[in-house]
């Protein structure tokens, strides 16, 4: 079931409805290795392994072999006097036929990668640069005098 509630009918010409879809899935990088052949979601909690396989398979026009399915429980946050709790997760493990591979795209340019790191390292330089030169560090440059 779906947090998303259908739009009531109302009377009247033309009928405008927009209807969403109720379940989401955002591919993820595995944190460990794995084989080619298998690729890691996360979901929908109310997604069943059904559901993701028709997902797939209409949408995209992927046809997995098998689905596996857990639940990553959200990390518990103890910081006084408040107790927090982020939101579990559903992660579907996709297992595509054995002659197809999956490979993560390369997105990152090296040219571009090394220019942002110099202007990083530039910028920390300066800063530091007029921190030593500050009579006071620490407090914003009208508060100085």
């Known amino acids: ?13 033309p009928q405008l ?18 084989p080619k052949n298998i690729v890691q979601f996360h979901c929908s909690m109310e997604m069943t392994k059904h559901d993701i396989k028709n997902y797939l ?26 107790l927090g709790k982020e939101d579990d997760m559903k992660i579907a493990y996709v297992v595509l036929p054995r002659t197809e591979q ?4 390369d997105l990152s340019a090296d040219d571009e990668e090394s220019k942002h790191r110099k202007r990083a390292m530039e910028f920390e330089e300066e800063t ?9 560090p620490g407090f914003p440059t009208w508060f100085r005098g």
């Open 102 to 105: 999956f490979t993560f795209p």
């Open 128 to 136: 530091i640069k007029s921190l030593k030169l500050s009579k006071l």
């Open 57 to 82: 398979e209409k949408i995209y026009n992927v046809y997995p072999i098998q689905v596996r399915t857990r639940i990553a429980l959200g990390k518990t946050n103890l910081r006084k006097p408040f």
């Open 1 to 13: 079931m779906s947090t998303r509630f259908y739009p009531l009918y109302q009377p009247g010409n």
């Open 17 to 34: 409805r927009i209807f969403l879809p109720n379940f989401w899935m955002k591919l993820v990088k595995p944190e460990t290795n794995q």
